[in-house]
């Protein structure tokens, strides 16, 4: 399930902490599954918590509490947009209607060829740079005006 | 440059340039000088935290506790293992300072924590990154390795005999996890609930071991404190708000951004700072202190200062020195919404007054907003908030009803008027015209 690289890359995780606390590492690991994966399945979060010796209801239970988690399929590119007050302010809310109008697609969809899953967002921390948004958890894009949207657009290929 | 001015700064000096986070330009800046004489002259741990109390700093995540307090609060000559950690769990809305700590200046939050490592008796820290800002969470680690390659942290710091190793632990998308007893849940690899106190982190913290908890600029602002002293760090802010403090301004204004200020500076120096109103329009209302804090009219606001007394006096918050600008275009109801579903949304659903009161909020002020107000339903609101604070294990449920409170006291005849005549005082392309979203292209 969970390929040599990213049990290498989990195994670095679980040494930042004491070596009788090794659950601490399941946040990293889920993502790092998800990583892989493109998704979180019930079977990644299973392999993530037997790696890590713990309840597998218990690593359920992290993977559905955070909401960069991704349990149903994504499309390649997941773009997230903040719409909070601060972002709002500055055209966060316009920028997710026009994301909606160019993709045709509304909140918690995914175009028809797989590409773009879009979603709405919480605040996340970069109020400074709104209209923001992230692409695939990783990616942080500021002040998105039409002009910035089109752009990004036209990259995610 | 994301700090975009600054009154008399500590914390931004010197940040020009991609590098002024390496560690080479930290050192270069003076950086690690304050750990090295720290551990070279072997201070007692006692008059570190002196220096830290002496400062006043109060604490920079929201409660404005004092640091040195809480420090002298540890059990640091009990034996066994203590925890300092960090919270970079930046979720607040309006808050994005400590991103530009950890993008400009990570090594000031390493070696703030290692000399509060020190000060405390902690060998171990951990610093718990938003997740969003991912790209500062893999930096955090770059810095880490940097420091750990120079001997500032990890065993034996500069041959002192004194250890103190320190990771970086990345958020998944929760606010609450900023709360720090949920942060620590976090850490050991729960879901983020908090945790019912007493006990309190420093007896019962990180797996049931004392642990100090600060937030990302209180760490930060350490060095400074312990390069120039406690006394002189106080004298740059004002009585009882010691220091400079970052505050980060968003909304309608022309330059939206961090800017470095004494505390004390009043909020109208700040605005002029941020280049003014957008559009030359006036000022309506601003959250002074994040989301959380309640919101400040305009008049009040102009004559308010930024300092934890002076934003008390005005009725609301210091907080995070989150600065939300908002001007005439704006819709009060509209932006209360906003802010009651993210309440609503990230409620852990531990506390049923808060679960169930945070749904209710949202769907109350949604419904007026969508011109389906009913007659009583400020009142309403009004008793669902009452019912939640207090009720509850940690502060969310209070951070969701001050706004409400705040909103419907100061604009209640603009909720009246959206139950009454079923649309918005402010018409639907003014606010659009606000945002400034389609300038471009208009």
Known sequence: ?157 | MAILGALNPMLSVGLDGDKAWRLADYVKRGGYSALRRVLEQKMPQGEVINEVKKSVLRGRGGAGFPTGLKWSFMPRSFPGDKYVVCNSDEGEPGTFKDRDILRYNPHSVIEGMAIAGYAMGAARGYNYIHGEVWELYERFEEALDEARAAGFIGSDLLGSGFSFDLFAHHGYGAYICGEETALLESIEGKKGQPRFKPPFPASFGLYGKPTTINNTETFASIPYIMNMGGEAYLEAGKPNNGGTKLFSVSGHVNRPGNYEIPLGTPFATLLEMAGGMRGGRKLKACIPGGSSAPVVPAATMMNATMDYDGISKAGSMLGSGAVIVMDETTCMVKALERLSFFYYEESCGQCTPCREGTSWLYKVVHRIENGQGRPGDLDLLESVTTNIMGRTICALGDAASMPVQSFIKHYRDEFAYHIEHKKCLVPVDVQRAGSGFFTATV
């Open chain 1, 1 to 157: 399930m969970l390929t040599s690289e990213s049990l290498k890359r989990i195994d670095r995780e679980i040494a930042k902490y004491p070596v009788d606390q090794k659950q601490s590492a399941v946040m990293a690991a889920l993502a790092i599954a998800q990583e892989q994966q493109g998704w979180l399945s019930s079977e990644a979060i299973e392999a993530v918590a037997n790696y890590l010796g713990m309840a597998p209801v218990a690593a359920y239970e992290v993977a559905t509490f955070y909401n960069m988690y991704d349990l149903k399929p994504v499309g390649k590119y997941k773009v997230s947009v903040c719409t909070n007050l601060p972002c709002m302010l500055s055209g966060g809310v316009d920028a997710g209607e026009y994301l909606q109008k160019k993709l045709g697609i509304g909140y918690n969809e995914t175009t028809a060829d797989g590409l773009v899953t879009l979603k709405e967002s919480e605040c996340m921390g970069a109020c400074g740079d709104a209209p923001v948004m992230i692409v695939n958890n990783r990616r942080m894009c500021s002040w998105m005006n039409p002009e910035q949207i089109d752009k990004l657009l036209a990259e995610l290929k």
